[in-house]
């Protein structure tokens, strides 16, 4: 065992570079995946704080239908049908009752507007939502907050309402990215790892040879490796675990405040996450990226397939990869699909450059040339490895910058609907906003209690002229978020400001 | 002649290369008794490696039987793990190795390496010291073997070899990288160590002066031309 370890003492920065890498990765891994069940926790949080409408369902958990609303009605309960309804063509439609919306009283402004004749979209009467034929409709029935369990009628339950779906999904992509860096963290450690670890293992061959000679088995060379591993494994990935944690806290703390910031209460699920798994994981990345060979080995013989199959195979990678990305239904089959493209890619780039490499030493005359060639098919063999971790940090670049874009994107959506608003019109990319601006302006004259806000979004695209992408938020009352939020451009009075010209 | 330490029998061995067979070794018969010395000679290619190689267990015969230190080892048949164990031991605690080249471990100091070597066979270390003054390189001792010269490295690995108390030395060509006057004062030293603590010694040369030292003679290029 001593023998062995000398080899460090001769090469101290090899050790040195394994315990760095060793530790850096932890952190890094630990932190990402400690903000991502934080985020996960904080986002159930805020979707719990959110969502406080609630809604009467049937206890034996059938669709309701209009004689539940009638029965309801007729117990005394004041529930507002909503009718969600998707035709064939176009996009979602709620129908809701303006007669039953008084049931949630003289309270917001929002709900006012439901006493009004609605002719906007996507809420309609009632009558118009069930007469359009849908490909799919389905009644719930909204109680308001005042409603208990005890008022209603036997075999109906409360249950909260979200008008939102779209929330899920948003909060899905985002955890889902965070998730993808935390696995490309992990595969690029292993790949890196693996690297610094062979060039050891290969300055030590000598060594192995020596003590097989000496009357060492091999497999007790391989027992004093899998230990020297594993105990430099432990030794770097609990600090690791400390630092990411230590990381995470202070990331997490920005993270925290944004939270804050969206909902005006801490959100923040700032609980403590256990050791194990971390310490768990990273152990056994280490333990593959490095002794995986050794395992493999084992089966080599079994495993060892022609050039031409291992080709094809590569080949059939990176060709279900691309076609894989092209049908991908979701994000995570997208990122699968990256993966699956990358490894084709990186199985296959070393041995056909080889292959070049030694068809043009072939055709070369020149001896040096020659030798030239030949190294190079040689080295690039060798690089299969670290070819492959060069495209995956790469690919952790594009990850971080798809990440940013669509957690922004998204984020905006799911602003839009986290707004305190309880209705907001979303007008379409390049139809006239005048239109919607007016029939709000009508709804401010006839609902003295009213107030609308305009939000406008995507300040660049804004700057061209042309395609205006602006977007009529009504919201009442005003938050301070609104004004505050600095993704989102607001104005106070905002049809002075377009019709000066300055949109 | 004293009680024997080795016996071979009608040892057979050959390599498969493509489709054909290559027969290197056929049908070698010699015993060697405890402290005596054999010189393998033959031309290049003729299997002097092969046979050392053999002798150690690092390669396993096609037919033929080795009685080595009290064992049997018979050719073909299962239980190659048990064989290669045994072997191993043997390897470990009775027969030393000495190549042309890279018999040291490079990460460790000529003393450390010897103290290892001794270890490894169950051995005290202490004198380990004394086996490189012995050899004349006492002052060398904590430099590593790429700091010092070809022929210091194989005094360096006869310290080895000698002090894990061999049964038997397998020296194959140690001098071949060395100059005449130092391969001569390196192999002097092995022949007198070799005489003074009483190991067996099988040396394989291609040089007819240095087999001339050995009590032994086997020339497999003889052999194999028969
Ligand atoms: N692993 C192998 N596979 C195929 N043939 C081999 C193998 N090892 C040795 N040989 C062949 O066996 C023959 C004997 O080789 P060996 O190394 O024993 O020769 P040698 O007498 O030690 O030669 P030298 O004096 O050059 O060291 C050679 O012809 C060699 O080509
Ligand atoms: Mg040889």
């Known amino acids: ?503 | 002649m004293t009680e024997s330490l080795l016996a071979v029998r009608g040892l057979t061995k050959h390599f498969v290369s493509g489709n054909e067979t290559v027969p290197v070794i056929d049908k070698l018969s010699f015993t060697l008794g405890q402290g005596q010395s054999l010189a393998l000679t033959g031309r290049s290619g003729s299997g002097k490696s092969t046979v050392l190689n053999l002798l150690c267990g690092l390669e396993l015969p096609n037919a033929g039987t080795i009685v080595m230190h009290g064992q049997v080892f018979e050719a073909g048949g299962a239980a190659t793990r048990q064989k290669a164990a045994a072997w191993a031991t043997l390897r470990r605690q009775h027969i030393g190795v000495v190549f042309q080249e890279a018999n040291l471990m490079p990460a460790l100091s000529l003393l450390e390496n010897v103290r290892f070597r001794a270890q490894l066979a169950g051995r005290d270390a202490a004198n380990s010291e004394d086996w490189l003054t012995r050899l004349g390189i006492g002052e060398l001792a904590r430099r590593y073997p790429d700091q010092v010269s070809g022929g210091q490295r194989q005094r360096a690995a006869l310290a080895m070899v000698f002090a894990m108390e061999p049964a038997l030395i397998l020296a194959d060509e140690p001098t071949g990288s060395l100059d005449r006057h130092t391969a001569d004062e390196v192999i002097q030293a092995l022949f007198e160590l070799q005489a003074r603590y009483g190991c067996s010694l099988i040396l394989a040369t291609h040089d007819a002066e240095l087999a001339a030292g050995c009590q032994q003679h086997l020339d497999l290029g003889h052999l194999s031309a028969l």
């Open chain 1, 1 to 503: 065992m001593r023998a062995l370890l000398s080899h460090y003492r001769r090469h101290p920065l090899q050790l040195v570079a394994l315990a760095v890498m060793i530790v850096l990765a932890t952190m890094l891994w630990t932190g990402v995946n400690h903000l991502t069940s934080q985020a996960r926790a904080s986002l159930g949080q805020s979707e719990r704080a959110v969502t406080e409408r609630q809604q009467v369902v049937r206890s034996d958990g059938q669709t309701l239908v209009i004689e539940d609303f009638v029965a309801l009605r007729l117990a005394g309960v004041c529930v507002m049908p909503w009718l969600e309804a998707t035709p064939e063509t176009g996009s979602r439609l709620v129908g809701i009752d303006p007669l039953a919306a008084h049931c949630f009283g003289a309270g917001t402004g929002a709900s006012q507007v439901l006493d009004q004749p609605l002719d906007g979209k996507p809420f309609v009467d009632m009558h118009a939502a069930a007469g359009i034929s849908a490909r799919e409709s389905r009644l719930y029935l909204l109680a308001p907050e005042t409603t208990q369990a005890t008022d209603l009628p036997g075999g109906y339950h409360l249950k909260t309402f979200s008008t939102s779906p779209d929330t899920g999904e948003l909060g899905d992509s985002f955890l889902l990215n965070l998730e993808a860096l935390g696995v490309l963290v992990l595969l690029i450690t292993a790949l890196l790892l693996r690297s610094v670890y062979l060039l050891g293992l290969a300055q030590r061959r000598d060594s192995f040879a020596l003590l097989h000679r000496f009357g060492v088995s091999p497999g007790q060379v391989q027992r004093w490796l899998v230990l020297e591993i594993l105990v430099l494994a432990l030794v770097c990935v609990v600090p690791g675990v400390w630092l990411g944690r230590w990381l995470a806290a202070g990331l997490g703390g920005g993270f925290g405040k944004a939270l804050d910031g969206l909902f005006d209460i801490p959100l923040y699920a700032g609980q403590g996450q256990g050791w194990i798994t971390p310490v768990l994981v990273m152990l056994g990345v280490v333990v593959i990226a490095c002794l995986g060979d050794l395992i493999l080995l084992r089966f080599r013989d079994r495993l060892s397939l022609p050039m031409p199959v291992r080709a094809g195979l590569a080949m059939a990678l990176l060709v279900a990869g691309l076609v894989m990305a092209w049908l991908a239904p979701s994000l995570p089959w997208v990122f699968v699909a990256v993966a699956l493209v990358f490894a084709g890619a990186g199985w296959l780039t070393p041995a056909t450059v080889a292959y070049l490499a030694r068809w043009r030493a072939n055709r070369s005359s020149a001896s040096l040339a020659l030798w030239r060639h030949r190294e190079l098919a040689v080295l690039v063999r060798r690089l299969t490895l670290p070819l492959v971790a060069l495209q995956f940090a790469l690919a952790m670049v594009l990850a971080v910058q798809a990440l940013v874009t669509t957690f922004e994107g998204t984020f905006d959506r799911w602003l839009a609907q986290r707004l305190e608003a309880a209705y907001y019109i979303e007008v379409p990319a390049g139809a006239d906003s005048k239109k919607a601006a007016e029939w709000l302006t009508n709804q401010q004259e006839k609902v003295p209690g009213l107030r609308w806000h305009r939000v406008i979004r995507g300040r660049a695209e804004l700057a061209e002229a042309g395609s205006q992408q602006v977007d009529v938020f009504a919201v009442a009352p005003v938050g301070s978020l609104v004004r505050a939020w600095a993704l989102l451009e607001s104005a106070d009075q905002p049809w002075v400001a377009l019709s000066s010209g300055a949109g």
